[in-house]
């Protein structure tokens, strides 16, 4: 699978994400069913796993690191809810708002998450801000069908939308659904929520980075090896 070329990645310690990822494993019991997301905690966590998780994943690339983990992996068929969702973040904010997607799979994590009954993020300390946007673009997947005029529309939004392309080459980037992702600089001004809704009025907009009111707990690891434990309040 191709690699995104995600802007303003932030480079986390090894230490902080093993950190995050050990607290991360210690919520799981065998015979668990789980939904991952996408990243290196996130994989770092799938290697921690106890014999005997099943898995539902939000990535292909998380797929491969699943299976060779040996971790059952199985489709979300509607017939159960996940014991618990983990992934990763991009930006952590007030409330454990957060910024995802710089792995582009935001929109199957967005799903996986809401099939959980508890979210859990795990990431590095190195994560937090004070307010979402503030070292990290917006994703915002978009049907490749008029792109151009969806990021037209979505400009009196969010004036600045780059496409995003393969690392190391000139072709745009295709999400695991097929769609492009725009890359958007939020406004400081910007209200979170209030946006959040606005964007998923724009015809051709499939769904967008800002995961609000979804986490139930952060586990923020820190070059020391200690983790901080958030709720969102």
Known sequence: MATPAAPNAKLAPVEAREAAASAAAELVSPGMTIGLGSGRAVWATVAR??????AVVA???????????????????GSFELDLAFDGADEVGPRLGLIKGGGGALLREKIVISAARRFVVVAEASKRVERLG??????VEVVRFGWADTRR????????AELRGIEGGSEPYLTDEGHYILDCEIPAAADPPALASALKTIPGVVEHGLFLDMADLALLGNEDGTVERLDPA
């Open 49 to 54: 796993l106890p014999a005997g998780t099943r």
């Open 59 to 77: 990535s292909e690339r998380t797929r491969e690191v699943a299976l060779t983990a040996r971790i059952e992996v199985v489709e979300l068929d």
């Open 134 to 139: 503030e070292g990290f673009r917006l994703p």
């Open 153 to 160: 529309r979505l400009s009196a939004l969010l004036p600045v």
